[in-house]
């Protein structure tokens, strides 16, 4: 999943964790802004219900600024595992969006939702955010998802993400970087995910790339 300041360094990163700048949409490069859009969603609301295993107390309460919003268009499945997948991949963009309002690359949060590569691809994200005192504001849509439970017991995820309505914000100076919408403001990714011991299906890896034709509007 990224969005990033224009002052910020451009890195794509092939193997991260997704999360997101709210203003970038994610855990890849340099971010492209959001600003608020009617009806979309803001709350905290989980776009299905977590595994049965795990109660919603063993999960951390994830709470951002009204100015960061997202719109997951993934589908229910209407399938119990699958739906709880796409539960946890959506925590886990959120939980990246708030360690970056928070400025703490060691947030509990996204680290509930992601280990390996995709943990370590996310601090590293959200360390960029620290350096330049900066966190992402407006809206950042999620779509054309496509999941499959592999034999293994891991579920392959790869989704869109539409970060032409997403910007950073300076912390210092409150300025929101409104960048252009181009054929970058679209990303692809592709993340592998396995069910913990807790019942969490926690991202493992996750590679992106921007300007991916699949997501062109």
């Known amino acids: 999943m990224y969005r990033r300041p224009t002052a910020l360094t451009a890195i794509i990163l092939t193997t991260v964790a997704a999360l997101t700048l709210s203003a970038c949409g ?3 490069d340099i971010p ?21 295993s795990v109660q919603a107390t063993d999960r951390p309460k994830i709470e951002l600024s009204t100015d960061v919003a997202y719109d997951f268009q993934w589908k229910k499945t209407g ?8 539960n946890d991949a ?20 996204y680290r509930f939702y992601s280990e390996g ?42 989704y869109c993400e539409d970060q032409s309505k997403a910007y950073n914000k300076f912390l210092k100076t409150g300025k929101v970087d409104v960048t252009p919408v181009t054929k970058n403001s679209y990303v692809v990714y592709a993340g592998t995910l396995r069910k913990n011991k807790n019942g ?14 699949k997501c062109q509007p």
């Not at 492209?32 to 595994?51: C, H, L, Q, R, V």
């Not at 959506?90 to 949060?109: G, P, S, Y």
């Not at 691809?121 to 779509?143: C, E, K, N, W």
């Not at 969490?200 to 034709?213: A, P």
């Open 32 to 52: 492209e802004g959001k600003d608020k859009i009617a009806g979309a969603e803001t709350g905290n609301e989980p776009s299905a219900s977590p595994s049965k």
């Open 90 to 109: 959506e925590q886990r963009i959120r939980a990246v969006d708030m360690a970056i309002a928070e400025q703490d690359a060691l947030h509990e949060a």
């Open 117 to 158: 590569s995709a943990a370590a691809g996310s601090q590293s994200y959200i360390q960029d955010f620290i350096d330049h005192r900066a966190r992402t504001t407006g809206l950042t849509r999620y779509y054309n998802e496509s999941l499959t439970i592999r034999d293994d017991g891991t579920a392959a995820l790869v």
């Open 79 to 86: 399938d119990q595992e699958k739906d709880a997948v796409l």
């Open 200 to 213: 969490v299906w926690v991202t493992e890896t996750l590679t992106s790339q921007r300007g991916s034709e």
């Open 26 to 28: 994610g855990d890849d």
